[in-house]
């Protein structure tokens, strides 16, 4: 099963860069994948999986959970606002805190829940007007906000450009989350998550490799 190649090429790699054994949390990106390919990962024991829509989280995991109660959803795509209050319900993570608005819808519904999953920042390394998030010279401001709301934040997440080489938006990462004292870094998918785990990756976010290619229809 290609899971346990990419479960392998993981340990390569954290053995590489002189990392603990299990220092990497392999996310399985599992959006609009069937079902059954989904239920194989969770069979051959994969236990942590990323979504980008609401939505289809929504219909999807709530049953899955009663069979597997030990699976983690996190949340990898873009959050509307007015989905937030459904994200803290469906997810255990959300790695696209990306502006100031979300954050302030985050923090008003997380102090009448009393609890919180975990939070990064995502930041626009490559500073693309289409691409969500915080542009990396804005970044410490927005973390030191987030942290003002009580926001439990647990690290920063980017996607480099495509056609960029990877590396030097892994290490700009890097050093964002050293200077706020963060400890989380999720970076890294199918075609870079190697190199992202020698710069220091504590979540890559894996899916065509593990799945095969999706389909949108």
């Known amino acids: 099963m290609a899971l ?18 299990g220092s990497v949390t392999l996310i399985a990106v599992s959006k609009v994948q069937p079902l059954d390919r989904v239920v194989a990962a969770l069979e051959a024991g994969q236990r942590v999986f990323g979504e980008n ?7 999807k ?11 983690q ?26 502006r100031p608005s979300l954050a302030e819808k985050l923090a008003r519904l997380v102090q009448g829940q009393g609890r919180c999953p975990g939070l990064f920042v995502q ?10 998030g915080i542009l990396p010279e804005a970044a410490d401001e927005f973390i030191a906000r987030c942290r003002g709301m ?5 690290g920063v997440m980017c996607i480099p450009p495509e056609g960029e080489e990877a590396v030097p938006h892994f290490r700009m ?6 200077r706020n004292g963060l400890q989380g870094l999720s970076m890294g998918m199918s075609s870079d998550f190697e190199a992202a785990i020698a710069e220091g990756a ?16």
């Open 123 to 132: 930041v626009n390394t490559g500073a693309e007007p289409q691409k969500a």
């Open 150 to 154: 009580d926001l439990p934040l647990q």
């Open 173 to 178: 990462l890097a050093q964002i989350a050293a």
């Open 73 to 98: 959803v996190h949340m990898i795509g873009p959050l509307q606002t007015n989905k937030a209050k459904l994200a803290l319900d469906l997810f255990d993570a959300i790695h696209t805190v990306d």
């Open 4 to 21: 346990q190649d990419i479960r392998a090429r993981v340990a390569q790699a954290e053995q590489a860069a002189g990392r603990s054994p």
């Open 53 to 59: 829509y609401v939505q289809e989280s929504a219909g």
């Open 202 to 217: 504590t979540h890559v976010r894996v899916g065509s490799a593990i799945f095969g290619a999706r389909s949108y229809a």
């Open 61 to 71: 995991w709530p049953d899955l959970r009663a069979r597997f109660p030990d699976v």
